[in-house]
């Protein structure tokens, strides 16, 4: 799924290209990613609003749109946005240009928004779990976003340790879970973990305040890496121009099992946790 450094790209891909121009009409060959309303609801309230800006809050895209209109995105599992051209039929968008955009992983088009300058936006979906809903701004943020914790990029020192503080569960549950820090996800909290030495299954509220310090310095320094090389791509993420991130060639210990540690050449181990997989090095990660 992409987290934040993949999402924060495709915001700022969005932000470069597409505000102030209109939508004109949408296109939806799968409504069941529409949410809070029929496909029909949907294409009447975006058809020929004007965005106003693009931003991000965790793993949300939030297009803001005249009118006080919100449109919120959530890639899921394979979900992603591309800027292109596509020949839109009944049951499929075909692509108009070639290079990357004829490529496989960037082939599930679900639902094209037609701009005003001629260019469409498309997303595409292998999987079709993502999520898209419009209405009201202020009902949107309520209902989707009011939950979330704070952003990994901004959250302080105190608000950290107080989140460790008042958790039960280990500390690779509590950096995945969206309503206590927002945007992390399995790639970059293997990441930190790796980088603040600090074992997966570790008890949250035993991490001890030199120790939260150490997650909150690789949370920030691998999170604003990743962002800089536009995310990763192990799977189906791909950036507005349909290109991959590249992040995933300077991963520290996701999807390195069986590979050597960086720091001590131990063979990396992975485990489960709360039904997601743990990576780590034995060695430089003591339980």
């Known amino acids: 799924m992409p987290e934040l450094p993949e999402v924060e790209s495709v915001v700022r891909g969005l932000r470069r290209e597409i505000v102030s121009r209109k939508i004109k009409t949408v296109w939806i060959g799968a409504p069941k990613l529409i949410k809070g309303g029929t496909a029909d609801d949907f294409s009447r309230l975006i058809k020929n609003r004007k965005i106003i800006s693009v931003d991000r809050r965790a793993k949300n895209i939030l297009i803001r749109l005249d009118g006080g209109l919100l449109l919120l995105i959530h890639l899921k599992m394979t979900g992603h946005l591309l800027l292109s051209r596509w020949k839109l039929e009944k049951s499929a968008a075909v692509p108009l240009e070639d290079g ?105 509220n035993s991490i001890k305040d030199k120790e939260a310090r150490a997650i909150l310095s690789a949370t920030k320094e691998i999170l604003a890496l990743a962002v800089s090389l536009g995310g990763t791509s192990v799977s189906d993420y791909r950036n507005v121009y349909g290109r991959p991130g590249k992040y995933g060639d300077r991963r520290l210990v996701y999807g390195r099992d069986k590979k050597p540690c960086f720091r001590c050449k131990t063979v990396i181990e992975k485990l489960k946790t709360g039904g997601r997989t743990a990576r780590f090095c034995p060695k430089c990660q003591v339980l």
Do not use: C
């Open 100 to 204: 990357v955009f004829s490529e496989k992983v960037n082939g599930y088009i679900r639902i094209v928004f037609t701009l005003d300058d001629g260019r469409m936006l498309g997303f595409s979906d292998l999987r079709k779990f993502g999520k898209l809903r419009i209405g009201p701004e202020e009902k949107i943020i309520t209902e989707e976003i009011a939950g979330i914790g704070p952003e990994a990029t901004e959250i302080t020192e105190k608000e950290l340790k107080n989140i460790f503080k008042d958790s039960r569960r280990n500390i690779k549950q509590t950096l995945l879970d969206q309503s206590k820090i927002a945007g992390i996800g399995n790639i970059y909290s293997d990441d930190i973990l790796w980088k603040a030495k600090i074992h997966p299954l570790r008890k949250a």
